[in-house]
């Protein structure tokens, strides 16, 4: 076959190659984005969220609605990869539409505090993304499980071998964390792929953690609403 056949087509399977999470270029800290959001109502609020799809990121509800006042979003800014308040890998600033699975109307409820963010552009192009799965905990081996997040200076956190307690839809386990809400609960398999399995939304009253499983109903509404194109 002549050399500039294959060279062509070489690239061409380069370019059609979706880029995910098990690539050998991925860096899970490029996929993590800290939200600076401004709601409907006046407030701001910092949060954490990240990538899933190639245009779809997951997050805590209360990033995306202002949970003291049942408010939308105005705007939000989306930072990945930051690295203190002047650095980041990528910055998002464009057009998305989001949902969220409850919009706070009846005081703060930590069941349904997750929310979806998907970009009209294929921002996982220049983030990537994470894998996920869904289910009930004892489907998944939640034994080692980690948490990125971001603090209020927008310097990432990762918090190694959370322990976990089991409770529906809610993970909760011992350990103080400051900082944002909504950074990915994670695990990484012996590929080394690392998939989010819940999100951090808030602590209680001893600051122990408390995370909102990803659900099926949520990614099966991600899908339709083309986060995964």
Request: with cysteine; aromatic share 14%; charged share 15%.
């Amino acid at each position: 076959m002549p050399k500039k056949l294959i060279a062509l087509l070489l690239l061409v399977v380069l370019v059609t190659m979706p880029f995910v999470t098990y690539a050998g270029t991925f860096d899970p800290n490029h996929a993590i984005a800290y939200l600076e959001s401004k709601f409907q109502c006046g407030c701001t609020r910092g949060g954490t969220g990240a990538m899933i799809g190639r245009r779809g990121l997951i997050t805590a509800g209360h990033n995306l609605y202002c949970h003291n006042h049942g408010a939308g979003l105005k705007y939000c800014n989306f930072y990945f990869g930051a690295r203190g308040a002047n650095s980041c890998w990528y910055q998002y600033s464009g057009k998305f539409t989001y949902r969220v699975y409850d919009t706070f109307s009846n005081g703060y409820n930590a069941q349904n505090d997750i929310g979806y963010v998907v970009f009209d552009g294929p921002v996982g192009d220049q983030t990537g993304w994470f894998g996920w799965m869904t289910g009930y905990d004892d489907d998944v081996n939640m034994e080692f499980m980690n948490l990125l997040n971001y603090d209020a200076r927008r310097h990432l956190q990762n918090v190694y071998d959370v322990g976990y307690i089991r409770s529906d839809k809610l993970l909760h386990w011992r350990g103080y964390i400051s900082g944002t809400e909504g950074g990915p609960v994670y695990i990484s398999s012996e590929d080394r792929q690392s998939y989010v399995v819940a999100v951090y939304i808030t602590t209680d009253s001893s600051g122990n953690g408390i995370g909102r499983r990803l659900t099926s109903d949520v990614i099966n509404d991600m899908k339709a609403a083309g986060a995964f194109n």
